[in-house]
């Protein structure tokens, strides 16, 4: 079994040296994952330089902590939105696409599960997350009163070629596109719709979204009442269709041109859902790999790359942790 060196979505961040390189399992530095030479493809600040001048341990480790809850809102007796009071800061790290935290509702950091940021406001400190609740840690955080606990920022909750980041995070717009009004497609079935709220929320000015919006397990008054919220909404940059995406894979309503355009038209594709819908999607809409973001599904717990829950193997035998590494090899 070997580690693939993908780069981590951590490196070069303020989370960076992580426990691993403590461990010597750094998935990226040849000299913090215990060979003797240099011969890394990493271009940014040494991170075995790094670690050393921090006497040899991890740097800004993500601390759990108790939030205030705001306010709770109910769109079925399963499906909530909450917003919690965090400080500025946190809230600008959870701005960027993909971001999420662990959160609980028990004092117990077992109960601790991955949710998608879904709305940061930076003026108020608030940050906003749909919640389904499917068992004991999601019912939980419905049960916890006055407070919740969280740890985070993470990064890692999208993945794909189509994801390019600047420095803050921010989606990077393929420059052959910048001078045609981009337009970007969000295919998202039930809370996989929270992280593209996240993105529309700082759609950048120019860009127009489609959205195809698969309600299951969520309801059309929290969608309506989320993207209400959005500027690009309010604008009319934003188009949206509620269907089963089962019918996303009949062609004849796109060749109808009753929900989406065809996909050379769009700069960005996110599929926001299940991996069936990932891979079958993106297989019959022929969506090239250098358009694609797609949801990271695979299990979260520490988020560090410590536990190993979410591994993925690939016909080689080769690992990659998902919570870390940006890309895998399957897609
Ligand atoms: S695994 Fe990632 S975050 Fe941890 S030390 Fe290596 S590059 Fe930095
Ligand atoms: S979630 Fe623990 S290693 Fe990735």
Same mark, same amino acid.
């Given at each position: 079994?070997?580690?693939?060196?993908?780069?981590?979505?951590?490196?070069?961040?303020?989370?960076?040296?992580?426990?691993l390189?403590?461990?010597?399992?750094?998935?990226?530095c040849?000299?913090?994952?215990?060979?003797?030479?240099?011969?890394?493809?990493?271009?940014?600040?040494?991170?075995?330089?790094?670690?050393?001048?921090?006497?040899?341990?991890?740097?800004?480790?993500?601390?759990?902590?108790?939030a205030?809850?705001?306010?709770?809102?109910?769109?079925?007796?399963?499906?909530?939105?909450?917003?919690?009071?965090?400080?500025?800061?946190?809230t600008?790290?959870?701005?960027?696409?993909?971001?999420?935290?662990?959160?609980?509702?028990?004092?117990?950091p077992?109960? %601790?599960?991955?949710?998608s940021?879904?709305?940061? !406001?930076?003026?108020?400190? /608030?940050?906003?997350?749909?919640?389904? #609740? @499917? =068992?004991?840690?999601?019912?939980?955080?419905?049960?916890?009163?006055?407070?919740?606990?969280?740890?985070?920022?993470?990064?890692?909750?999208?993945?794909?070629?189509?994801?390019?980041?600047?420095?803050k995070?921010?989606?990077?717009?393929?420059?052959?596109?910048?001078?045609?009004?981009?337009r970007?497609?969000?295919?998202?079935?039930?809370?996989?719709?929270?992280?593209?709220?996240?993105i529309? %929320?700082?759609l950048?000015e120019?860009?127009?979204? !489609?959205?195809?919006?698969? /309600?299951?397990?969520?309801?059309?008054? #929290? @969608? =309506?009442?989320?993207?209400?919220?959005?500027?690009?909404?309010?604008?009319?940059?934003?188009?949206?269709?509620?269907?089963?995406?089962s019918?996303?894979?009949?062609?004849?309503?796109?060749?109808?041109?009753?929900?989406?355009?065809?996909?050379?038209?769009?700069?960005?594709?996110?599929?926001?859902?299940?991996?069936?819908?990932?891979?079958?999607?993106?297989?019959?809409?022929?969506?090239?790999?250098?358009?694609?973001?797609?949801?990271?599904?695979?299990?979260?717990?520490?988020?560090?790359?410590?536990?190993?829950?979410?591994?993925?193997?690939?016909?080689?035998?080769?690992?990659?942790?998902?919570?870390?590494?940006?890309?895998?090899?399957?897609?």
């Amino acid at each position: 079994m070997k580690y693939n060196n993908c780069i981590c979505i951590d490196a070069g961040t303020p989370n960076c040296p992580c426990p691993l390189a403590e461990t010597g399992d750094c998935l990226v530095c040849s000299r913090l994952n215990g060979r003797d030479k240099c011969d890394c493809s990493w271009c940014g600040l040494c991170i075995y330089n790094e670690f050393m001048q921090n006497d040899r341990r991890s740097a800004g480790r993500r601390e759990r902590f108790e939030a205030p809850v705001l306010s709770r809102r109910w769109y079925s007796s399963d499906l909530m939105t909450i917003k919690i009071k965090v400080d500025r800061g946190f809230t600008l790290a959870g701005a960027g696409p993909g971001s999420f935290v662990f959160l609980s509702g028990s004092a117990e950091p077992f109960f %601790d599960t991955p949710v998608s940021i879904m709305r940061t !406001d930076t003026k108020e400190g /608030t940050m906003t997350f749909a919640v389904k #609740m @499917i =068992s004991a840690k999601t019912k939980a955080i419905a049960q916890a009163e006055d407070k919740v606990y969280i740890r985070g920022v993470y990064r890692n909750g999208l993945l794909g070629e189509g994801l390019r980041q600047d420095a803050k995070g921010a989606p990077l717009q393929d420059e052959k596109f910048s001078a045609f009004s981009p337009r970007w497609l969000f295919i998202t079935k039930g809370v996989g719709f929270a992280p593209a709220v996240n993105i529309i %929320d700082r759609l950048p000015e120019e860009v127009s979204a !489609d959205m195809v919006i698969d /309600t299951e397990k969520i309801t059309e008054e #929290m @969608i =309506s009442d989320s993207l209400s919220r959005c500027e690009a909404a309010r604008e009319g940059r934003v188009k949206m269709d509620i269907m089963p995406l089962s019918r996303l894979l009949d062609r004849q309503d796109i060749e109808a041109g009753k929900c989406i355009r065809e996909i050379e038209e769009y700069e960005k594709v996110f599929i926001l859902a299940s991996d069936h819908y990932i891979h079958t999607l993106s297989a019959e809409l022929n969506v090239p790999a250098g358009k694609l973001v797609y949801a990271n599904n695979f299990h979260m717990c520490c988020g560090e790359g410590v536990c190993g829950a979410c591994c993925h193997v690939d016909e080689n035998g080769n690992v990659s942790k998902m919570c870390k590494c940006r890309r895998r090899k399957d897609l």
